[in-house]
C-alpha cells in the first residue's frame, strides 16, 4: 500500500488509514508511508526483477552518509536481532546507526559477538521507547540527520507510549522526500538483500 501521509492533514490518523497500516504490518505487507520509501521501494523491486539499477536512485547506495535508526517492540526484538545478524555487512555500511535503549544494548552485544571492536557502540543507543527514545529519535529525523528507520511494529500490543510512536511517524512523514521508514520484517530484509544486489551490479 502507497499512502502517502500528509502530516498536517487529520484524515492521515482516521481509524481507516490506521487499520490500513495495521493490517500491512500484520501481513508482512510494504506499507509506503513516504516520497523517499515510495521512490527506494520501486528501486529494490526493479533490482529484484533483475533490471539495472537506476543511477539516479543513489539512497539505496550512499549508505555511508547516512544514520540509521533501528527500534523494536518488545515482541519484535528477536526479529530484529535475527534481521541485523543476517544483514549485518549492510548495516554496519551506515555512517551511524541509533536505536531505542534496550534494542540498542541487544544490538551491540550482537555487534561484539560478531567481532565489532567492543570499545566501539555499534549502534548509539537512546532513551528506551516509554522514557522517550522514540521521541528522540524523531527529533533527528525531523533535524535531517537520520535518513532511514527500520521499525519493527507488535500491532498486538497496546502500545504504553503511543503518542511518541505517532511523533516518531509524524516525523517521517514530516521529511517525506528525505525519510524512508520500513516497518516489517520480511520487507527489510527484501531492502537488505536488494542493497547488496545493486553493490556488486
Given at each position: 500500500a502507497i499512502y502517502l501521509i500528509d502530516p498536517v492533514d487529520p484524515s492521515?490518523?482516521?481509524?481507516?488509514?490506521?487499520?490500513?497500516?495495521?493490517q500491512c504490518v500484520i501481513h508482512g505487507k510494504p506499507f509506503i508511508s513516504t516520497v523517499a520509501t515510495a521512490r527506494d521501494w520501486i528501486e529494490m523491486e526493479r533490482i529484484h526483477a533483475g533490471l539495472a539499477a537506476d543511477p539516479a536512485a543513489d539512497d539505496l547506495n550512499a549508505f555511508e552518509q547516512q544514520t540509521l535508526a533501528l527500534i523494536a517492540h518488545d515482541a519484535r526484538k528477536p526479529?530484529?536481532?535475527?534481521?541485523?545478524?543476517?544483514?549485518?555487512?549492510?548495516?554496519s555500511r551506515f555512517k551511524q546507526r541509533i536505536g531505542t535503549g534496550t534494542t540498542g544494548q541487544r544490538l551491540n552485544e550482537m555487534a561484539w559477538s560478531r567481532g565489532w571492536p567492543r570499545e566501539q557502540a555499534w549502534i548509539e543507543r537512546f532513551q528506551?521507547?516509554?522514557?522517550?527514545?522514540?521521541?528522540?529519535?524523531?527529533?533527528?529525523?525531523?533535524?535531517?540527520?537520520?535518513?532511514?528507520?527500520?521499525?519493527?511494529?507488535?500491532?498486538?500490543?497496546?502500545?504504553?507510549?503511543?503518542?511518541?510512536?505517532?511523533?516518531?511517524?509524524?516525523?517521517?512523514?514530516?521529511?517525506?522526500?528525505?525519510?524512508?521508514?520500513?516497518?516489517?520484517?520480511?520487507?527489510?530484509?527484501?531492502?537488505?538483500?536488494?542493497?547488496?544486489?545493486?553493490?556488486?551490479?
Open positions: 492521515s490518523i482516521f481509524p481507516e488509514a490506521i487499520a490500513l497500516k495495521r526479529q530484529m536481532l535475527a534481521f541485523a545478524a543476517e544483514h549485518f555487512d549492510v548495516l528506551s521507547g516509554p522514557l522517550g527514545g522514540d521521541a528522540q529519535i524523531a527529533d533527528r529525523v525531523l533535524e535531517h540527520q537520520c535518513q532511514r528507520a527500520i521499525f519493527f511494529e507488535d500491532p498486538h500490543v497496546a502500545r504504553q507510549h503511543e503518542a511518541d510512536i505517532q511523533l516518531l511517524e509524524r516525523a517521517v512523514t514530516t521529511v517525506t522526500d528525505e525519510a524512508v521508514c520500513i516497518t516489517a520484517p520480511n520487507i527489510a530484509a527484501r531492502w537488505a538483500s536488494a542493497a547488496v544486489l545493486r553493490q556488486q551490479g
